[in-house]
């Protein structure tokens, strides 16, 4: 449900650890679970080499959609305090100032707000930064059964529950190995599966059905994926160096996991991985940074289809750019099914898109330019069972939106919207949409500066 960001771990550089002390954190027993015995291993088929000639395989067309497009900007002002107020209930929001995050439960009728958790996180939150961690919201989420909250604080990844008010390790930091790097403490953690070398644990992420825990170990430079199996308290890396759980978007049935890398750490490429074994294979789509470079931040659509973000990299003038500037073709906005198969271009015009969220048949992607000069085309809502491309947000560089829900069967969607002023310091707001009438049903009041918000589900 997160919406994720491009930048690797440059900012590594200013990293500064918090260590563990006695009494950072108040350890409570976790609840037993029982523990069902491991699966069977399963046996892998010897692979056979043929030194014959292969048959020469028949390319699969490409397929392009030309959508209908309109506009139906919503009016942020114009709140519609009608019944679908009424009835939206409690959700629960994060608030990350500085390094300190408050978890909220929420009344969405009367905009009463509860304190349920607050801890501090290793990086104090800057808005806008290009370091994947200084810029990303609060380190926590919220359980499918709505019943705990997983959150990271600067010693631990702790679970939350919400029936007793009690917090248990997961993971945590129990000392230092005695070496630095650049002046910073190599930490022991309280699992051996912990990577020699991680400096930090970040961006805790449920599986839609609740049964793993996805976080990303942070090395000086680099990063991996955890996943947490909480039936056998299994602990599992993709060892993959540069992959994070905010660039992951899990299978609705929770079966497989989607990810794509341009030119970072990585292998490039669009890549869908069966839970089960965590196996990285190919890329799903053929992949080259000279004509195919996969962009951050795939997403389900559903279990065998899957949104992605492209760019051909070759320059070429825009027509809305001084003449004699060249930039690389804007970036195409595609689906493909989990197998590769039936590839279809969706949105190719002269924008770049960024791919904010997707669910069944709908998609919200941003139009803007990477090269800059100001030039931003709004936020868009692509219903592919009409083949309509909605604008429903304008957006400029100092006004922009990301988005940390949607939910296409209730037809509404959870948006960060971030207002740049005059001294360049970034206010933010959490804004719910209904897109079957394209209004707004509720937002948060603005509150000074520099404040993550994070929408992080329905009670």
Known sequence: MKSTKRFYLLGFLALALVTLGAGCQKQVPTTSQAVPAPNSNVE???MVVNDSVPAEVEEEEVKTVEPETTSAVIDLDAIVVADPVATLGSFIMSEKAGAQTTVYSVDAATGLQSVLLQFDEVREYETGSGNLYAGQPAAVDY???RNELAYVSDASVSLYDLGTNTSAFLVEKTGTTGE???????PTWS????????LSLSMPVYSNDGSVLSFTEGFYEGSNPLFYNFADDTLTAIEIFGWHTSGIDWSPDSSHLVYGDGLGY???GLFVTDISDLVVGESIVDYDPETKQIEFGPRFLDNDTVAFVYTPSHNQPHPEIKSGLNIEDPSVLATVGTDGANEIILIQNEWDHQLLAADKNTIIYEEYLKAGQGLHNGVWVYDLSTTTATKIFDTD?????????LDTAAQQAVFRQFIKGADDRVTETLVIVDLATNTTVFKTTPKEANIAYSFLGWK
């Open 143 to 145: 359980s499918a059964d």
């Open 191 to 198: 699992r051996s599966e912990i990577s020699e070398g991680a």
């Open 266 to 268: 990585a292998p490039g």
């Open 180 to 186: 630095q790097i650049d002046s910073i403490d190599f």
């Open 397 to 405: 560089p100092s006004e922009w939106y990301r988005v940390d829900s």
């Open 44 to 46: 892998v088929e010897e």
